[in-house]
């Protein structure tokens, strides 16, 4: 059920959920799951059901209501929960997922990975009600140039004080900037944003 990466000593698990249409093994999963470990943590990542049955033949389908998400997530945590602390959070859904369980599972911290605050195109449906009043100490690497939140319009959403903002200049909603404009590469944004979730992390459970 899932894929583990880094040291199993580390101080800290993240697990890690995917986005909306790739998979725990996609090309930014792996990349991530990857610069984390470098980091020196612990990476758990895993698969909801409607993804994991497209890998046995099933119909492309979309994700299910948030609710049974949630409940999937829930069933992850607790398999996990022998781990130690855990981090929990994930690639845009499955960021928002694990943030509006977070409260209610006690982790340590949540981290997500370009938060969808909004669908592209569509402004004024904002997800971000329950992050007004999160209490789990949150990490969101963001793309400053993110369809789904652009640091202009992050800036005037009523969030959490427990909530810090890393953003990623010129990175759209899977960290890749415009080279030529903003001289980095998805690979440099990745590596930033690994090392403030690790500088972050050790704020969380130092030692």
């Known amino acids: 059920m899932f894929l583990f990466d880094g040291p199993q000593a580390a101080q800290l698990t993240v697990v890690l959920a995917h986005g909306a249409g790739a998979a725990m093994d996609s090309g930014f999963m792996q990349d991530m799951a990857a610069a984390l470990a470098g980091q020196g943590l612990r ?33 992850a945590v607790r398999l996990l929960a022998a781990e130690g602390p855990l981090v929990i959070g994930g690639k845009s859904m499955g960021g928002r997922v694990a943030s509006m369980v977070a409260d209610d599972l006690g982790v340590a ?13 569509k402004p004024e449906k904002l997800r971000v009600a329950h992050l007004a009043t999160l209490q789990t100490p949150t990490l969101i690497c963001q793309g400053t140039r993110d369809p789904f939140g652009t640091r202009d319009e992050v800036a005037s959403y009523p ?16 960290f890749k900037p415009r080279k030529r404009v903003s001289g980095h590469t998805q690979a440099d944004l990745i590596a930033q944003a690994a090392r403030a979730v690790a500088s972050w992390s050790a704020e969380l459970h130092p030692g």
């Open 43 to 75: 990476v758990a990542r895993f698969e909801f059901a409607y993804m994991a049955q497209r890998r046995v033949g099933g119909t492309k389908r979309p994700p299910p209501k948030v609710d049974l998400l949630c409940a999937e997530y829930r069933a």
């Open 109 to 121: 911290g949540l981290l997500c990975l370009g938060y969808p605050f909004h669908p592209i195109g």
């Open 159 to 174: 969030l959490s004080d427990r909530i810090l903002l890393e953003w990623l200049e010129g990175g759209e909603h899977d």
